[in-house]
């Protein structure tokens, strides 16, 4: 599967934005599906996940209450909606999708085979 992802931008301090990827071919509702970000000069790292139902979401402790991830599979999309961003959220954002994820691993970034090219959030305050 191929990702596109979009949606960041610059924000205020306490601002809000949506993310979305959206996958090419049939299967998409076969995949989990995956947010990660990476600041510069840190790892990569997990904010939220979602199983190919949907019915089961994961997140970071510290995006926890602020975000959600859904998705829409008739859309082949997965989406990331931030609330209330704070400076400590910029960085590149990348959706992340996989068939086979093992539920213990679901937050880290080597269970994901397929990457999408990141989009840059910034948050001001």
């Known amino acids: 599967v191929q990702l596109q992802a979009s949606g960041g931008g610059l924000v205020q301090d306490g601002g809000s934005l949506r993310l979305s990827c959206a996958a090419s071919?049939?299967?998409?509702?076969?995949?989990?599906m995956g947010w990660f970000r990476q600041a510069p000069g840190k790892e990569r790292e997990f904010v939220a996940a979602i199983r190919r139902s949907g019915g089961y979401t994961y997140y970071a402790d510290s995006v926890k209450g602020r975000f959600t991830i859904s998705r829409d599979n008739a859309k082949n999309t997965v989406y990331l909606q931030m609330n209330r961003l704070k400076p400590e959220d910029t960085a590149v954002y990348y959706c992340a999708a996989d068939r086979n994820v093992i539920l213990a691993n679901i937050r880290s970034a080597s269970e994901y085979d397929c990457w999408g090219q990141g989009t840059q959030v910034t948050v001001s305050s």
């Open positions: 071919g049939r299967t998409f509702s076969s995949y989990n």
